[in-house]
């Protein structure tokens, strides 16, 4: 087992290399560069050129992106072109703030998803059924930023604004600067229109996918073993059926991170969270190299990792499959 | 892994649709217009055709259709409230909001149906190349397929849009069918590599090469349209996704500009006048919404009716 997380660890290097080195040249193949816009009106040649030999951009790309490499192993993720600030430490600020976002819209996910394809299974052609799929159905349909567009018009306008359109309270321990607003309650407010914004997509494919592999495995042997041998229903669904049937939606919920972040930059964009998600859509559009770079490490990153998660809660889930 | 499945399409009589098909079924119907009846039947499928049909309409006469141009600004008739003359409102610029969504069906249709038959055209080969020959061809193709897929996919759009400078017009309209297509290259690619690599080894392959048939013509005549159910499944609900996803890069300003009427980028547009006016925010959005629904209850209902496998 050591041996196996050992090697996917290894394994994971060279997908974020190849995500990091492709995302580097398609940057600077994107006609102007930051230069430009940070001289603006006062835009010389001379000064355009000696700008860019100091941050290194008049260096051949491949040069540049193996000096970027060289200076993240020893933990510089460069400066941003524009604002002058490090990376490492805005990537920093931002993360938890995405981070919490994309756990608890997973949370959101799970919560709604498991229940409801339990039903659709269990209750299977009944209105039961019907509801859960019909919701399902409109839920896949949905873009997260029309659902957020939504509960906006409910509850920040509709219901008397009980809870905020946008900005951010940093929970407790989390605060970047000495002037934010830090309150446990303040940070459930902002998070929560966010999180089920993007939460609700993934629970509706999550629901339909529980549902169809928990159709299979009530058919197979081992549950009517289970049902003959006089266990409960209870323990029957909950221990022999469904954690089978988690199998499948793991692997999903796996490949729909890749969607979460994506659609964190969509729901940060539309709350104006100040997290990794609208610090990746700036830094892209501004054409800022650096940023551009650490947001493309963080999510390769967290990627890889949370695919490398999912194939050790398969080994919790079926203890049949083992990793050599 | 599997499909995701849902609908309301009774399971019931899936297994028993699956064991008779295709071995024994009646000589005189093919898998196919079976397939057709077994879609018929299905209420929510036949839902999503009439939504799909209407909106292929509305695209096709969106110039007759819409009671003013979507581009015309008023600016005596700003933010108008839904009534007779404008029926679903007017924008900040007093531009008429039903001829807008009207004529934004046209960029969300010709983005989602183009990007995937596109994506479709150089995917599929690639897959039946990859899978037919395998060997250093197989790995070459599928490392690059790979690689994309390694990207999460709103990443490499928004990239890709950055690279292409957005457009407004028909310009725009190819740019962002182009990212689209290729974010989905691969996902063909994967689907058909997959079915050819278990269909290569057939008899009936084999009987062709001993016949000393053409390559090209084996994978067109045999090969193809034994993988052909999971591509229409896929191609469908794709449109659906690939909407989405044009929705997406418009509400972040990467889409197709203005003055080009498109759904993502009128709600982005419109969210900053919510607190007063929220159908303007409300009916792009629900045209969005209505258009990703056909097309998802159209995939649904074809995939229950052509491969009851996929399930």
Known sequence: MRVYILRRLLEMIPTILMITLVVFVMMRSIPGDPVVALLGDAYTEEDAERIRAAYGLDQPVLVQYVIWLGKLVRGDWGASILSGRPVLSDVLVRLPVTLELILLSMGVALVIAIPAGLIGALRQNTWADYTATSVAMIGVSIPEFFIGVLLLLVFSIGLGGILPSSGWVYLPGTCPTMVCGVSLWGNAQHVLMPAIALGVGRAAILTRLLRSSMLEVIRTEYVTTARAKGLGERPVVLKHALKNALIPTVTVMGLQVGFLIGGAIVVETLFAMPGLGTFGIDAIIARDYQQVQGFALITAFAFVAINFLVDLTYTVLDPRIRYA | ?311
């Open chain 2, 1 to 311: 892994m599997r499909e995701i499945r849902g609908g309301s399409v009774g399971e019931a009589e899936i297994p028993a649709v699956a064991a008779v098909w295709p071995e024994a079924r009646p000589r005189s119907e093919s898998p196919f217009a079976e397939g057709m009846r077994r879609f018929g039947r299905s209420t929510t499928a036949l839902v999503g055709v009439a939504i799909v049909a209407v909106l292929l309409v509305v695209a096709l006469l969106a110039d007759v259709l819409a009671p003013q141009s979507p581009i015309t600004s008023d600016q005596t008739q700003t933010f108008a409230r839904p009534s007779w003359d404008h029926p679903l409102g007017t924008d900040q610029l007093g531009r008429d909001m039903l001829s807008r969504v009207i004529h934004g069906t046209r960029i969300s249709l010709m983005v989602g149906v183009s990007s995937v038959v596109l994506a479709l055209f150089v995917g599929v080969p690639l897959g039946m190349i990859a899978g037919f020959y395998g060997g250093r061809v197989d790995l070459l193709v599928m490392r690059v397929m790979d690689l994309i897929l390694a990207f999460p996919i709103y990443l490499l759009a928004v990239i890709l849009m950055v690279m292409f400078t957005p457009t407004a017009g028909l310009i725009g309209i190819v740019k962002v069918t182009g990212a689209i297509a290729i974010v989905r290259i691969p996902i063909y690619a994967r689907l058909v590599r997959g079915s050819v690599l278990s269909v290569r080894e057939k008899e009936y392959i084999e009987a062709c090469r001993a016949l000393g048939v053409r390559d090209g013509w084996i994978l067109f005549r045999h090969v193809l349209p034994n993988c052909l159910a999971p591509i229409i499944v896929t191609t469908t609900l794709g449109i659906a996704t690939s909407i989405i996803v044009e929705a997406t890069l418009s509400f972040l300003g990467l889409g197709t500009q203005p003055p080009t009427p498109s759904w993502g980028w009128d709600l982005k547009a419109n969210v900053a006048f919510i607190q007063d006016n929220a159908w303007l925010a409300l009916f792009p959005g629900l045209a969005i919404f209505v258009t990703v629904l056909g097309f998802n209850l159209f995939g649904d209902g074809l995939r229950d009716a052509l491969d009851p496998r996929l399930k």
